[in-house]
């Protein structure tokens, strides 16, 4: 189970861009996430025609993935980086009893 997932709060701990937070966009199989605002790198596209005749390209500035262990999540108490643990819950539904892993933060014990 993945600790950081998309549209989590991160704040970048190691790199360039070392303390900048933002949301996550997307979570990549290579253990890489895309950070909203992070690691920004400029693309040089070729120019060409759309169908409706619009001219694409240029220089675009996008983000590029970062590796995983360079972000953590942010505490939603104290608004700091935090370590992800878990609690498991017993959850009844339709008169079954289920476990549940819930993340929490490890700094104040809050739920994510």
């Not at 253990?31 to 025609?49: S, W």
Request: aromatic share 0%.
């Amino acid at each position: 189970m993945a600790k950081i997932k998309k549209g989590d709060l991160v704040v970048v701990i190691a790199g360039r861009d070392k303390g900048q937070q933002g949301r996550v966009l997307e979570v990549q199989s290579n253990d890489r996430v895309i950070v909203e605002g992070v690691q920004r790198v400029q693309r040089h596209t070729k120019v060409a025609q759309s169908q409706r005749g619009t001219r694409t390209g240029g220089i675009e500035t996008i983000e590029a993935p970062i590796h995983v262990s360079n972000v953590m999540l942010v505490d939603p108490e104290s608004k700091r980086g935090t370590r992800v643990g878990y609690r498991v819950e017993q959850v009844e539904r339709d008169g079954r009893t289920k476990t549940q892993r819930v993340r929490v933060a490890k700094r104040s014990g809050k739920d994510i």
